[in-house]
């Protein structure tokens, strides 16, 4: 996809015939009105995308995009590029903790490589490298644009391929160390905040590492003096191929129709930027859980959107996201087999 045809796009609102005959039905079943509370409207949502009251998601995977990031060259993370590519393995294999998750809930694991830093192909994931990782962006820019825009367009396809194969709705993840620096230095630019209100502690750091990790975001913020309105030239400069891709499996989602589970803090910062690049996508976006990472729910209050899930979890691999499946089944049975007011000869 090119920058003009991006910007092109334009995204068509979900259905606003079907979200209410949504509500209806949740609204003569026999319970306290709104009982079910955000769940009756993410089911309302849901029927809204996919255009039926007839709620079925039992098609289901979760995108899992893995790619490597320059700047642990800076130390910012306790794990370099080694633990990108053995958790790679283990996700092959169906041994991370997101397969595991995945396998009991009835979701298929969709493995992306769109850019790990190794030359060898990790086995078991699907190839859609753009580069061998990104640059340090302490230094340098971390991609180009073609190359973010090569991303986006990884992120849109497997939706197109996922939409053809049935999926009826998609969970997102990604692994890559050193991503909630790249995740971080994104909010920061795209909130217009200072580093240290939106930077935690990732997958583990010393104190010292925090420390580090906040200088070096607060001098790429310095460096490259982004604003708020780039999403683009943000991505480019301080994000990751993990962090595009999933950008593009958000625009994906509105394109065609299909509702997106964002994960954590750094699905969380590809979702803003979605939205930034391509207004009107949010309203294809399911909010799971929040991120024990600061910027999580800064992010999510940007798009206006509030998490259900609020267990401090911090694994990434789309663990928050497939956690929301089985909640929605639950929720389900509800609106599929509950006796309506009808039912119990009770009229309003
Ligand atoms: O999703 C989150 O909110 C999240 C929070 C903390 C850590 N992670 C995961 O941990 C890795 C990044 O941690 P770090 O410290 O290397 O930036 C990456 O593989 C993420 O999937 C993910
Ligand atoms: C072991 C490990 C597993 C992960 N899964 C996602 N990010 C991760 C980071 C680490 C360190």
Redesign the pocket.
Known sequence: MTKEELKKLVIDSPSKEFYKKVKENWDGIAKPLNGLGQFETMIAQIGAITETDKIDISKRAVIVMCADNGI?EEK????GYEM?AI?AEELARGTTSVSRMALRAGADVIPVNIGTHQEEEIKGLIQRKVAAGTKNFYLEPAMSEEEVLEAITVGVDMVKECKERGFSILATG????????TSSAMAAALLGLGAEEVT??????SKEGLARKYEIIKGALEKYQLRKDEPLRILGSVGGLDLAGLAGVFIGGALYHIPVII?????AAAALTAERLVPGVKEYMLPSHL???PA?KLLLAELGLSPVIDAS?????GT?AVLLFPMLDTILSVYEGSSTFQDINYSL
């Open positions: 642990v910012i993370s306790s794990f990108t958790i990604e692994l890559g160390m050193g991503n909630t620096t935690g502690m990732g997958a583990g750091l994960d954590g803090v750094i699905s991120s024990k990472e999580a979890l911090a694994l990434g691999e928050g």
